[in-house]
C-alpha cells in the first residue's frame, strides 16, 4: 500500500504553512509516528524555504513542485524547482556546532537538520531543474 | 503562534505558543524582541505550548540570546517537548543556551 501527495505551489514562503498542513494530513492518515512527521514537516519546510530565498526568481514567479509518498516501511520525499541550480547538500554552509552563543553565526541549520533527520539525501539537476529528493524511514 | 509574556520580580517569562516556521519567524521575533524590556535581568522562554519550530525560528532564539548575551542578562528555556527538544541538540543550541524541564526550575535558577 502507498498513499501519495502531489502539490504544485508558488515559490512564496506564505504557502508553505499549507504545505506542512497537507503533510501532517497525509501523516494522520498513514499513521507515522510523531516524531517521522516532525522530521518530514522540517525537512520539506527546510527545502522549500531556500528554494524560496536562494533561487533567485522574484516570489510567485515560479512553482516549486513537491511530491510525497508514503509506503509501508518509509517516506520519499522529492522537491522540484527551476530555480538556479543549487546543491543544498554540498554547497550550503556548514555551521560550526561549537561556537558560543556570541561567535556562532546565524544560518546554515536548515539543510543540517536535512542531513540529520533524514535517512538518504540526494540533490540533482535535470532539464534545468533541481531535484532535492529525500528518505525517512518509518521506524 | 502567540508569545505570552508574564513577569516574576526582574525575570520575564515569555510563554511561546503554536508552530514557528519560515512564514512568522520575523512575527516572532518581533514579539519576543519587543516584550524584552531595559529593567529585565533574566529571560526564561518556555516552549511548553510549542509544538513545532524550524531552523528559521531557531535563528531568532540565537539572535535574541546574542542581543541579551551583550547586556549581561542571562536566557534559559523550558519544558520542551520531545520532538522540540531534538531540534535543539541537533542544532547544538542545548551546549550554548540552558535549557530546563519545568518553568519552576528555570525561574528557581535565574531567580
Redesign the interface.
Known amino acids: 500500500m502507498s498513499a501519495n501527495l502531489h502539490l504544485r505551489v508558488p515559490n512564496r514562503i506564505e504557502e508553505l504553512p499549507g504545505v506542512s498542513e497537507a503533510v501532517e494530513a497525509l501523516g494522520r492518515e498513514e499513521g507515522w509516528p510523531q516524531d517521522v512527521t516532525y522530521a518530514i514537516v522540517l525537512g520539506l519546510e527546510e527545502v522549500a524555504t531556500n528554494v524560496v530565498r536562494h533561487g533567485g526568481g522574484e516570489p510567485g514567479s515560479s512553482e516549486i513542485e513537491i511530491e510525497v509518498t508514503s509506503s509501508d516501511d518509509e517516506v520519499r520525499i522529492e522537491v522540484r524547482d527551476s530555480g538556479k541550480a543549487f546543491d543544498p547538500f554540498h554547497e550550503a554552509p556548514e555551521p560550526d556546532l561549537d561556537a558560543e552563543v556570541q561567535d556562532r553565526q546565524i544560518g546554515g541549520l536548515g539543510v543540517h537538520f536535512v542531513k540529520v533527520l533524514m535517512d538518504e539525501t540526494s540533490y540533482s539537476r535535470e532539464g534545468g531543474r533541481n531535484h532535492v529528493s529525500m528518505v525517512k524511514r518509518r521506524s | 503562534m502567540n508569545v505570552q509574556v508574564d513577569h516574576h520580580d526582574k525575570v520575564l517569562v515569555a510563554k511561546v505558543e503554536g508552530?514557528v516556521?519560515?512564514?512568522n519567524s520575523q512575527d516572532f521575533e518581533r514579539q519576543l524582541q519587543g516584550a524584552i524590556g531595559e529593567d529585565v535581568q533574566a529571560v526564561v522562554v518556555d516552549l511548553g505550548q510549542l509544538a513545532?519550530i524550524?531552523?528559521?525560528g531557531?535563528?531568532v532564539v540565537?539572535?535574541v540570546?546574542?542581543t541579551l548575551?551583550?547586556r549581561n542578562v542571562s536566557i534559559s528555556l523550558c519544558a520542551l517537548s520531545?520532538?522540540v527538544q531534538?531540534?535543539f541538540e541537533?542544532?547544538?543550541f542545548n551546549?550554548?543556551?540552558q535549557i530546563y524541564d519545568t518553568q519552576a526550575d528555570a525561574l528557581a535558577a535565574a531567580g
Open positions: 508552530r516556521d519560515s512564514s513545532y524550524s531552523s528559521a531557531l535563528r540565537l539572535l540570546a546574542k548575551g551583550q520531545d520532538p531534538s531540534v541537533i542544532s547544538g551546549r550554548i543556551i
